[in-house]
């Protein structure tokens, strides 16, 4: 990512045919695409809009008429004097703007998330709120949006930088008994500062030991369908998906490899997958799908498993995947009859018909729902701060471990500054360029 003191600009609305488009300016010479673009070119007050006619710099034709609203630094998103244009959002008219604020000196395009970048380096958000913006652009489900909402609040942040200032000072009391070890200091300093870390580390574990709640919500909640060929599992899965995103055929194994799609179930991010069926088989090809499905069942978070009312037979492939994560469905009971097939609290389905497609989708919300109820605790959210807290916890326990109190106070030390990585309060120049690169410009 370009890293300089020019004024950055981009379109902070999505480009295409629009009501309004928004352009957003950030820099040391925001200002003067006021005063070099606007007629008038008077600087309006900070956080008032006002009614400007837009002009070329190089030809002085009229270009649009917008809201121009100015930011002063530092009390604007990015630290920076902003300043944002709201113009009409046909394509010509967002060509012709960019074309003019291309003109002016200094001035470059931004690249993705460096408005955000610029606002964490300038110290208006750390890591942890700058990465829940990127979330909530990405949001696509109300759990998903809530969740980046609470990261933005800070919450998340708080919580680190707690356990970080807690460490700082328990190091100052080691460092003290260090430094002045000929004092008369109270004999049980260090054991008091034991406490605290196993205390700390006690908490850091309960933090890490949530099933990857926050890590599922963010990416989705996976869900596999599994069965015996013809059982109606690509169905099943065109039927929750509302469209034909799965091929159906009565000839057996059809489907070799996994099909996905992503699902809103209940306000929950979920992916679907639809999967081989299971049966014993002499086709190379369709035994490498049905290996494929064997593994998927073993990593989703929920599984589908559909039985055929007209076969009841075909249970026996699929009989030993059942266990607590399951939810067991049988499919065709259209035309075939109802059995409970050996197996506990069935749900009976037509994927031909719909009966009982939204009393699984309840159910599937449910079950969902469980997993995902709210602790009342901020939810880790990214695989690096889990790394982090995993090294913290590393290190705290060669801390409680060392028996030379410069050894546990260097591992104390460590144990900060992995927690100083999730926020952003050591330096993390490494970081930055993997964790705005998926922003989108205009962030």
Same mark, same amino acid.
């Given at each position: 990512?370009?890293?300089?003191?020019?004024?950055?600009?981009?379109?902070?609305?999505?480009?295409?045919?629009?009501?309004?488009?928004?352009?957003?300016?950030?820099?040391?010479?925001?200002?003067?695409?006021?005063?070099?673009?606007?007629?008038?070119?008077?600087?309006?007050?900070?956080?008032?809009?006002?009614?400007?006619?837009?002009?070329?710099?190089?030809?002085?034709?009229?270009?649009?008429?917008?809201?121009?609203?100015?930011?002063?630094?530092?009390?604007?998103?990015?630290?920076?004097?902003?300043?944002?244009?709201?113009?009409?959002?046909?394509?010509?008219?967002?060509?012709?703007?960019?074309?003019?604020?291309?003109?002016?000196?200094?001035?470059?395009?931004?690249?993705?998330?460096?408005?955000?970048?610029?606002?964490?380096? @300038?110290?208006?958000?750390?890591?942890?709120?700058?990465?829940?913006?990127?979330?909530?652009?990405?949001?696509?489900?109300?759990? =998903?949006?809530?969740?980046?909402?609470? =990261?933005?609040?800070?919450?998340?942040?708080?919580?680190?930088?707690?356990?970080?200032?807690?460490?700082?000072?328990?190091?100052?009391?080691?460092?003290?008994?260090?430094?002045?070890?000929?004092?008369?200091?109270?004999?049980?300093?260090?054991?008091?500062?034991?406490?605290?870390?196993?205390?700390?580390?006690?908490?850091?574990?309960?933090?890490?030991?949530?099933?990857?709640?926050?890590?599922?919500?963010?990416?989705?909640?996976?869900?596999?369908?599994?069965?015996?060929?013809?059982?109606?599992?690509s169905s099943l899965l065109?039927?929750?998906?509302?469209?034909?995103?799965?091929?159906?055929?009565?000839?057996?194994?059809?489907?070799?490899?996994?099909?996905?799609?992503?699902?809103?179930?209940?306000?929950?991010?979920?992916?679907?997958?639809?999967?081989?069926?299971?049966?014993?088989?002499?086709?190379?090809?369709?035994?490498?799908?049905?290996?494929?499905?064997?593994?998927?069942?073993?990593?989703?978070?929920?599984?589908?498993?559909?039985?055929?009312?007209?076969?009841?037979?075909?249970?026996?492939?699929?009989?030993?995947?059942?266990?607590? @994560?399951?939810?067991?469905?049988?499919?065709?009971?259209?035309?075939?009859?109802?059995?409970?097939?050996?197996?506990?609290?069935?749900?009976?389905?037509?994927?031909?018909?719909?009966?009982?497609?939204?009393?699984?989708?309840?159910?599937?919300? =449910?079950?969902?729902?469980?997993?995902?109820?709210?602790?009342?605790?901020?939810?880790?959210t990214r695989a690096r701060?889990?790394?982090?807290? =995993?090294?913290?916890?590393?290190?705290?326990?060669?801390?409680?471990?060392?028996?030379?109190?410069?050894?546990?106070?260097?591992?104390?030390?460590?144990?900060?500054?992995?927690?100083?990585?999730?926020?952003?309060?050591?330096?993390?120049?490494?970081?930055?360029?993997?964790?705005?690169?998926?922003?989108?410009?205009?962030?």
């Open positions: 990512m370009i890293s300089d003191n020019r004024t950055i600009f981009a379109p902070a609305s999505a480009l295409g045919r629009a009501g309004v488009a928004v352009f957003r300016i950030s820099g040391v010479d925001a200002r003067q695409a006021i005063l070099q673009l606007c007629e008038p070119c008077d600087m309006p007050l900070p956080r008032s809009a006002v009614l400007r006619e837009i002009k070329s710099p190089t030809t002085n034709e009229p270009v649009d008429r917008a809201l121009v609203l100015y930011f002063a630094a530092p009390h604007s998103f990015t630290g920076e004097d902003v300043v944002e244009f709201h113009t009409h959002g046909g394509r010509a008219v967002t060509n012709a703007v960019i074309e003019c604020l291309q003109a002016l000196p200094n001035f470059r395009m931004a690249e993705a998330g460096e408005f955000t970048r610029r606002a964490f380096e @300038n110290g208006k958000m750390d890591l942890t709120e700058a990465e829940a913006i990127a979330d909530l652009v990405h949001a696509e489900t109300e759990a =998903q949006r809530k969740q980046a909402l609470r =990261q933005l609040s800070g919450a998340l942040g708080k919580v680190y930088e707690d356990w970080r200032l807690r460490l700082s000072r328990s190091l100052a009391y080691m460092e003290a008994a260090i430094d002045f070890a000929d004092e008369e200091l109270p004999h049980d300093m260090l054991e008091k500062q034991s406490v605290v870390l196993r205390e700390l580390r006690k908490e850091i574990v309960r933090h890490l030991d949530d099933g990857h709640r926050g890590e599922r919500l963010r990416d989705g909640f996976s869900i596999a369908i599994l069965g015996a060929p013809n059982a109606g599992k065109n039927v929750l998906a509302k469209r034909d995103a799965a091929i159906v055929s009565p000839t057996a194994g059809t489907t070799r490899d996994i099909i996905e799609v992503h699902l809103d179930i209940q306000g929950y991010p979920v992916i679907l997958a639809d999967t081989a069926g299971l049966r014993i088989s002499e086709d190379d090809i369709e035994n490498e799908g049905i290996r494929r499905a064997r593994a998927r069942a073993a990593q989703a978070d929920l599984k589908i498993l559909v039985l055929d009312a007209t076969a009841p037979e075909g249970g026996e492939a699929t009989a030993p995947l059942l266990d607590e @994560n399951s939810i067991i469905v049988i499919n065709k009971i259209d035309i075939g009859k109802e059995k409970k097939q050996g197996v506990p609290s069935p749900l009976s389905i037509s994927a031909r018909t719909g009966f009982g497609i939204d009393g699984l989708i309840q159910r599937l919300g =449910q079950e969902i729902e469980k997993r995902f109820a709210d602790t009342g605790a901020a939810p880790l701060h889990r790394t982090a807290l =995993q090294n913290c916890v590393e290190h705290l326990d060669r801390a409680l471990s060392a028996v030379i109190a410069d050894l546990r106070a260097e591992d104390v030390r460590l144990a900060m500054r992995a927690l100083g990585h999730i926020t952003g309060r050591v330096d993390v120049e490494d970081l930055l360029d993997i964790i705005f690169r998926d922003f989108c410009i205009g962030k």
